[in-house]
C-alpha cells in the first residue's frame, strides 16, 4: 500500500476501525480493509469526496423493481425490463433500483445463497451491464444474513474456515428480551455443526442467518461484493436492514455504535474510490433512529423517508393533511451533501413503525380497518413483553386508495395521483415501485400460493398483457403511467425541485399539503399544492404570498395565474404547481 497516497484515507479510517475492532492490529486491517476494496493495481484517490449537492439533481428519479417483475416465458427477465425502462420511463426516471439479482433460497431475493453471482433465471451480469449503462443503477447489499442453504453457512456448519467464525451464535439463556425485531418467529434457530449444537441468531427467518461482523472478515468479505457491485455499474448501494448488523447480548441490538462505525468506514471507502458511490441505508424505523443514519454528514449518503407512505396514505385515506403536514414542518432538511429518497410503496409493505409518536393509535386503526375492508393485509411483529404490534400493512398503494375512511367514491384515479405528486413535490429524490406506476391491483392468488402476506404486492406481469394493456388509453394501467411521467418530466426541468432545494411547509387548510420550494440559486419558486379531500378548496393567494409584480404559472396545466382573482381553486385531489418560471 502507497502509503503517501492513503494518508488521508489512514487518518479517516484508523479511528473506526480502532472503535469497532479495539483488540485488533489496526494498522494491518487498515492495509486489508484497502486491499479488499481496491483491487488489481486501482488505487484510492489522493483526497476523498468532501460533502455536496453535485451528486443528484432535479432530473433523478428511481424506479424499484425485481428483475422479474416482467415475465413473457421467451426472454430474461433482465432484458424485458430494460426494454420497458427504455420504451415507457425514458425520460421519466433516470435510475432503476433491481432488488436482490441473486441466487437466494426465500423472501423474494434477501435470503442470498451467492452474494458474487446473478440469478440465472433473470439473466447474468452483461444484463446488468447493460441496464447500468442507460440508467443510475441501485444494488442491494443483504449484509445483515445470508440464506441457511448457502456456501457460507454450508460450510459454517462443516467448521470450515473462515466460515466457522461468520455466524452470531447466542444461548437461549443470555438476556434477549429486550432485541428489537421485525418478526414473530424465534430469534434463535438451533443447529448441529461439525463443532457440535449452536444456536444462531435469526432477526429476519429461519432461512436467514445472521452474519458476526465482530469477525472482521465478514467485513472484508462484504467491501469485496461492494467492489464487485461498482465493478458492474452499480452506483447506488442500498444497504439492506442495516440497523440490526451488531448485536450485543443484554441490548436491543439495533443502532448500535458499531454499527453506525461500520456504515461511517463505508461511507469513507466510497469518498475515496474513484467511481461516484452514492450509500443508502435502509433501515424501516422511527424518525430519530432513521435520522441517525446522517450522521454528521459522514455515514448515509441518503436515507430513505420511512414515515411518508403511511402519512401520504392516512391523508388520501381522511381527507385530512395534518398529519402530514405536522410531520413534515419537524423534519430537518437533509445535512448538506444528503438527501431524502421519497416513496410511498416498495416491494415491502407500508411500514407503521415510522409513525410511532406521529399518528395516534386510532387514526391507525382507521387505516387499518380501511384496508382490510378493500382486502389488504396486516403483518405483525414481536414486542418485549411478548406481545405483538403491527409492523406493516400489506397493499398495493394504488389498491390501498381505492377507498377513503367514509367509503368508495369515484375519485380513485385522481386520489392515487395526487398521493405519487405529492412524493414528486418534496425535497429529496423520488422512488416509484414498478406496481405503482402500473396501478397494479392486489394479488391475492399469490397470497394464497405462496402463504406470504408480502406476495399480496409483488405480481408479476405477462409483458405482452402488459404491453396490452398501456396501448389502451382507457386502462387504469395507461391513465396512470401517462400522468405519471408526464408530472416526471415536467419535474426533471425545474431547478425548484432539486432535492436539496429550500422547502417551506405551508400552513394551509387542512384539506391541502402544500409546500414551497425554490431552488438552489433563488431563481425559481414554487408552490406545490395538494388538495387530498374529495371536496373542492379555495386557496388565497395571500397565504402563498405570490409576488405581485411576476407572472405565475400552472406547470401542470399550463395555465396561467390570475393574480386578480385572489386566490386559486383547487379540485377535488387535484394538484398545482404554481411557478414564477414556465
Not at 479517516?12 to 480493509?33: E, G, T
Not at 455536496?52 to 426472454?75: F, P, R
Not at 420504451?87 to 426465500?106: C, D, E, M, Q, W
Not at 467511481?275 to 448515509?300: H, W
Request: proline residues 6%; contains cysteine.
Amino acid at each position: 500500500m502507497d502509503t503517501s497516497k492513503t494518508k488521508t484515507l489512514r487518518t479517516q479510517l484508523l479511528p473506526l476501525i480502532a472503535q469497532v475492532y479495539p483488540d485488533i492490529d489496526a494498522d494491518i486491517l487498515l492495509s486489508q480493509i484497502v486491499d479488499a476494496f481496491w483491487l488489481d493495481g486501482t488505487k484510492p484517490r489522493k483526497h476523498g469526496r468532501t460533502p455536496s449537492n453535485d451528486l443528484w439533481t432535479e432530473h433523478d428519479a428511481v424506479l424499484i423493481s425485481y428483475g422479474n417483475s416482467i415475465l413473457d416465458g421467451a426472454h430474461k427477465p433482465l432484458d424485458l425490463l430494460h426494454d420497458f425502462l427504455l420504451r415507457r420511463l425514458k425520460g421519466a426516471v433516470n435510475g432503476v433500483h433491481i432488488l436482490p439479482f441473486f441466487p437466494y433460497t426465500s423472501d423474494d431475493g434477501f435470503a442470498v445463497s451467492d452474494f458474487r453471482s446473478v440469478d440465472t433465471q433473470l439473466g447474468d451480469w452483461a444484463d446488468i451491464n447493460r441496464i447500468g449503462d442507460d440508467f443510475h443503477l441501485m444494488s442491494d447489499l443483504v449484509l445483515n444474513h445470508v440464506s441457511s442453504q448457502g456456501t457460507w453457512f454450508n460450510s459454517y456448519l462443516q467448521g470450515q474456515e473462515p466460515y466457522d467464525q461468520f455466524f452470531f451464535e447466542a444461548s437461549p439463556d443470555d438476556d434477549l428480551k429486550e432485541v428489537v425485531r421485525p418478526r414473530t418467529t424465534p430469534l434463535l434457530q438451533k443447529v448441529e455443526t461439525a463443532n457440535g449444537p449452536r444456536h444462531v441468531w435469526c432477526t429476519f427467518s429461519h432461512d436467514q442467518i445472521d452474519l458476526d461482523f465482530r469477525n472482521p472478515e465478514v467485513l472484508l468479505e462484504f467491501l469485496r461484493i461492494i467492489r464487485l457491485h461498482v465493478d458492474n455499474g452499480v452506483r447506488i448501494v442500498r444497504l439492506d436492514a442495516v440497523a440490526f448488523l451488531w448485536k450485543e447480548i443484554g441490548t436491543p441490538s439495533i443502532h448500535l455504535p458499531q454499527t453506525h462505525a461500520i456504515v461511517q468506514l463505508m461511507r469513507v471507502l466510497c469518498d475515496f474510490a474513484a467511481e461516484t458511490i452514492i450509500l443508502l441505508t435502509e433501515t424501516n424505523v422511527p424518525k430519530a433512529e432513521n435520522l441517525s443514519y446522517f450522521g454528521n454528514r459522514n455515514e448515509a449518503h441518503a436515507i430513505y423517508n420511512f414515515p411518508l407512505p403511511p402519512l401520504i396514505l392516512h391523508a388520501m385515506m381522511s381527507g385530512s393533511a395534518h398529519y402530514l403536514r405536522r410531520w413534515q414542518s419537524g423534519m430537518p432538511p437533509a445535512q448538506f451533501g444528503c438527501a431524502y429518497l421519497n416513496f410511498t410503496a416498495s416491494h415491502d409493505g407500508i411500514g407503521m413503525r415510522p409513525v410511532e409518536g406521529i399518528l395516534p393509535a386510532d387514526e391507525q386503526a382507521k387505516m387499518i380497518d380501511t384496508i382490510k375492508d378493500i382486502g389488504g393485509l396486516v403483518s405483525m411483529r414481536a414486542l418485549p413483553d411478548g406481545g405483538q404490534a403491527p409492523y406493516e400493512i400489506n397493499t398495493t398503494f394504488y389498491d390501498a386508495t381505492s377507498q377513503t375512511f367514509t367509503g368508495q367514491d369515484d375519485h380513485h384515479f385522481d386520489r392515487f395521483v395526487c398521493s405519487q405528486t405529492i412524493v414528486m413535490s418534496l425535497e429529496g429524490i423520488p422512488a416509484f415501485y414498478i406496481h405503482s406506476m402500473l396501478a397494479t391491483p392486489n394479488d391475492h392468488a399469490q397470497v394464497e400460493r405462496r402463504g406470504m402476506n408480502r406476495a399480496i404486492n409483488r405480481h408479476r406481469w405477462d409483458y405482452p398483457t402488459l404491453n396490452d394493456l398501456l396501448d389502451d388509453p382507457e386502462t387504469p394501467q395507461a391513465r396512470v403511467l401517462g400522468a405519471l411521467t408526464e408530472r416526471l418530466r415536467i419535474r426533471s426541468a425545474q431547478p425548484a425541485f432539486h432535492p436539496n432545494a429550500t422547502q417551506f411547509t405551508m400552513p394551509l387548510d387542512n384539506r391541502v399539503f402544500g409546500v414551497w420550494r425554490q431552488s438552489l440559486d433563488r431563481h425559481q419558486s414554487i408552490f406545490a399544492l395538494h388538495n387530498v379531500s374529495a371536496e373542492t378548496v379555495r386557496v388565497d393567494h395571500m397565504s402563498m404570498n405570490l409576488i405581485d409584480d411576476e407572472p405565475w404559472i400552472d406547470l401542470l396545466s399550463g395555465d396561467p395565474v390570475d393574480m386578480d382573482a385572489g386566490g386559486l381553486t383547487l379540485a377535488p385531489y387535484q394538484c398545482r404547481w404554481i411557478s414564477n418560471r414556465g
